[in-house]
DNA sequence: ACCTGAACACCGTTCAAGT
DNA sequence: ACCTGAACACCGTTCAAGT
């Protein structure tokens, strides 16, 4: 006979699901049915449902990487517009990882992949670890409403489009202009 | 006999179980049973729990001013405080907000402060909108973040307290400076 | 115009019991 | 160690019918 279900099983399936039918299809019930099992068995491998959702924001953040662009600033950038496009892969995708973060039970590697950056730039760790946690929520927050907004669109909602797009780069530079600045006072000393 | 329900009725009663019992208290049911009225007459008066919480998060905002100090970046950091103080009221009242922001049903106050400021301090129209949802965006995702951890250290479910206070200037001074530096690029010209 | 009563189609979580 | 089966205590929403 077959092994169990691993944990992996039980996130994958979730993120089959996530793909398909957003937030509202990760349901204990649903994601059990998936796996040919029990809704039950699903609490053997993981505390709660929230803690479930954390492990499947993890993977949603885990193809985030660090650019190679030569200019700090350019590297920030790329690492905010890569961060909105993970989170814009899946349904719901900005929403599920704002979650996991806010309860501080995963997605933590954008707030370090920003924080390494900065380090690297010259900030201080104490500072870096701000400016990136500012980083994040713009990111985080903005491609949250995006998606919000585009899903209602979607179901008739909503109908006027915002002209949204182009705002996020905006966005993006002034608090890399903020980052700058304070960097800039730092070589002053 | 007494006149009917009105919608103020309705989100006077939610704001007090939001009080009490925080989001997860705020149940068509609950409310209803707080108004002596069967659960479905709530649908008589909103669409859905959605538009609902949308008007909750409207008076949770209602009471955010702008502050009359003379430097623009003091009011920039006084509405900053201001909002997470009001946010800080309730529980859960900063993911409440986040919501209601995301699905742009209601909560647009906070954004309109900081607009007018950031116009008033020299910004075009266009570029202080894209500030100011940096600001709201930084500022209600902060206090989710720390509301949510908060919440869950009360229950046990964390020990460790984090030593995030006083991060939260931190960050907003760093977007203010982005915004000095974009206006100072702007007079420049 | 405003609300009742009742139903529909769901939820997350627990826990004894099985293998 | 890992899962089943069944229950508990809830949800949001709809809709005919009442007044």
């Given at each position: 006979m077959v092994d169990g279900i691993t944990r992996a099983d039980i996130t994958g399936a979730a993120l089959v699901l996530l793909t398909n039918g957003g937030l509202h299809a990760l349901a204990m019930r649903r994601i059990a049915a998936e796996l040919d099992?029990?809704?039950?068995?699903l609490y053997w491998h993981f505390d709660n449902k929230q803690q479930l959702l954390a492990a499947v924001a993890d993977l949603v953040v885990a193809r985030v990487e660090a650019t190679n662009a030569r200019k700090w600033q350019n590297r920030i950038l790329g690492l905010g517009s890569r961060l909105r496009d993970e989170l814009l892969r899946y349904p719901d995708g900005a929403e599920l990882v704002a979650t996991a973060i806010a309860f501080r039970l995963g997605a933590g590697r954008p707030h370090q992949l920003f924080t390494a950056e900065l380090t690297r730039a010259g900030m201080g760790d104490d500072d870096a670890r701000v400016a990136a946690s500012v980083f994040v929520h713009f990111v985080v927050g903005y491609t949250t409403d995006e998606q919000q907004h585009h899903q209602a669109a979607e179901l008739g909602a909503i109908d006027r489009l915002d002209v949204a797009t182009g705002r996020f780069d905006q966005g993006l530079r002034l608090i890399v202009a903020g980052a700058e600045a304070q960097i800039a006072t730092l070589d002053a000393t």
């Open positions: 099992v029990q809704q039950s068995a």
